[in-house]
């Protein structure tokens, strides 16, 4: 079983920037992506930020031109640098590992905190 473990959550102000970590136990290449999910109480789990094996990123459309997903493969670790941060970013953030056809297809972290409030 992969682990994935993430860090670098906590409480910024509006406006302010936080920079989360996910180290994986494995080689990130054994992945079709990487990908940084995250889920406020009482919604659903959506996902934020993804780097396919080939370095191709993509993002959702409410984080666009604040978050940056990279890696550093010789590390095992994905980061999701988030800036101009706004309360509605506010959520438990997890790092998510995709495996594509091979099971299991998704592994996730046990999630980190991030609070964006004055």
């Known amino acids: 079983q992969v682990q994935l473990v993430e860090s670098g959550g906590g409480l910024v102000q509006p406006g302010g920037s936080l920079r989360l970590s996910c180290t994986a136990s494995?080689?990130?290449?054994?992945?079709?992506?990487m990908n940084w999910y995250r889920q406020a109480p009482g919604k659903q789990r959506d996902l934020v930020a993804s780097?396919?094996?080939?370095?191709?990123?993509d993002y959702a459309d409410s984080v666009k031109g604040r978050f940056t997903i990279s890696r550093d493969t010789a590390k095992k670790t994905v980061y999701l640098q988030m800036n101009s941060l706004k309360p509605e970013d506010t959520a438990v953030y997890y790092c998510?590992?995709?495996?594509?056809?091979?099971?299991?297809?998704?592994?996730w972290g046990q999630g980190t905190q991030v609070t964006v409030s004055s």
């Open positions: 494995v080689s990130i290449f054994s992945f079709v992506s």
């Open positions: 998510n590992a995709f495996n594509g056809n091979t099971l299991p297809r998704h592994s």
């Open positions: 780097i396919a094996g080939g370095g191709t990123t």
